[in-house]
């Protein structure tokens, strides 16, 4: 008999939760829209059995993407949640209560900070933002009463990757547990679990998703925090609906091979980047002149395709040449999807401040050819160019 491996993601991904069995050979799980849940008699009802109660506790849809992130992820429960940012609050209510100290990276997504100052503060949580370069000297930032450490890695616009293994091994030895917003990597490329993070955060709106098309999140926890995880989700009235879980799953067959595509086109732009002009420098951890490569080596298996870009500066006509004649990427929020994006970076920092001379700007490489879009951005710099010398 062969040894018994381990199933690679890849494989995960293709085959974790689908329920053909149950439909008729059916390969997809179908959408599944209920609220009310009938049983067959009243015996069903008294005994408490039954495998589904009520649409927002569960439904084939639901339980068949939570079956299936949960084997990709190797942790021990899943909750889906309405959006990305849901997922993020989600996770840090299930481990904080009054009077407890969170600390909370300074790269953290945007409404992930303005939760802790708003939210949080209001329920009597407090919050220290930390260098995410801090690594295992957050242990100075430690008070009695720090609940957990909430890591996000690379950090949202500016991209510094974080020494979770270091940072995880300060919160476990103080009982505080360390929660990660893994959305840039996915499960794919950053092992969140086997790396310390006990809570694993995604926003499926990104790259499980896939398509632009669909707002959802999940939480995955290991054995220790996954009953207190579903207790707050189930407790805040969080479900999912049967059509965002169904575009989720769909999304998660075929990410393997386009998260890909997207690290293989974003190295080529950041690349390309790197040796022009009127480019200062390019934040893109997979790049060896990253200060985050060392880290991102040791710890991740792949990069994906968002990345950031300072440019030398330029006049605001300038810029506004360069991005209005655009021809692939589109200009917006969000990523993951298989369009290519791209926006200037806004973002508050109170500990680490960012330092930039030009604009900041975020690109998300998608699946078009690679040479198309350099030739945009060629054109782009073009017509800034242009400008730049009427
Ligand atoms: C987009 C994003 C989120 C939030 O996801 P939504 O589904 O838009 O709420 C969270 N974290 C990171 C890093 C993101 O980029």
Not at 44 to 61: C, F, K
Not at 234 to 254: E, K, P, V, Y
Request: include cysteine.
């Amino acid at each position: 008999m062969a040894d018994e491996k381990p199933l690679s993601k890849e494989t995960l991904a293709v085959h974790k939760g689908r329920m053909s069995r149950e439909h008729f050979g059916v390969v997809n799980t179908p959408v599944y829209r209920a609220s009310t849940i009938l049983y067959r008699d009243l015996a069903s009802v008294e005994s408490g059995d039954a495998p589904y109660i009520y649409g927002r506790l569960g439904t084939p849809t639901s339980r068949s993407l939570e079956e299936a992130v949960t084997a990709l992820e190797v942790g021990a429960r899943t909750v889906l949640c309405p959006s990305g940012t849901n997922a993020i609050t989600t996770a840090i209510l299930s481990v904080c209560s009054a009077g407890d100290h969170l600390l909370m990276t300074d790269n953290c997504y945007g409404p992930t900070r303005s939760f802790c100052e708003k939210s949080l503060t209001r329920l009597g949580v407090e919050t220290s933002f930390y260098d995410p370069l801090i690594g295992g000297g957050i242990e100075e930032l430690f008070r009695s009463n720090t609940r957990a450490v909430f890591c996000e890695s690379p950090g949202s616009l500016t991209f510094e990757v974080q020494d979770i293994p270091a940072i995880a091994s300060v919160a476990h030895a103080r009982d505080a547990s360390v929660l990660l917003d893994n959305t840039w990597a996915t499960p794919l490329y950053f092992d969140a679990f086997a790396r310390g993070a006990d809570l694993s955060i995604q926003a499926v709106t990104k790259y499980v998703g896939g398509h632009a098309d669909v707002m959802l999140g999940y939480v995955t926890a290991n054995t220790t925090y996954a009953e207190q995880l579903a207790d707050t989700h189930s407790g805040l009235g969080l479900c999912a609906s049967g059509d965002d879980c169904f575009l989720a799953l769909r999304g998660l067959r075929t990410m393997p091979v386009r998260l890909k595509r997207h690290e293989e086109t974003g190295l080529k732009l950041a690349r390309w980047l790197e040796s022009r002009s009127e480019v200062t420098r390019v934040l893109h951890p997979a790049l060896e002149s990253d200060p985050g490569h060392p880290i991102w080596k040791r710890d991740f298996t792949g990069a994906s395709g968002l990345f950031g870009v300072e440019l030398a500066p330029v006049t605001k006509a300038a810029l506004e040449a360069f991005f209005d004649g655009l021809e692939c990427f589109g200009i917006g929020y969000s990523w993951g999807g298989y369009e290519s994006l791209i926006v200037p970076a806004h973002f508050n920092r109170s500990v680490r401040p960012f330092l930039a001379q030009g604009p900041l700007l975020r690109i998300h490489a998608g699946l078009e050819d690679a040479n198309d879009l350099l030739a945009d951005l060629e054109n782009g710099f073009e017509r800034m160019q242009t400008q730049t010398t009427a």
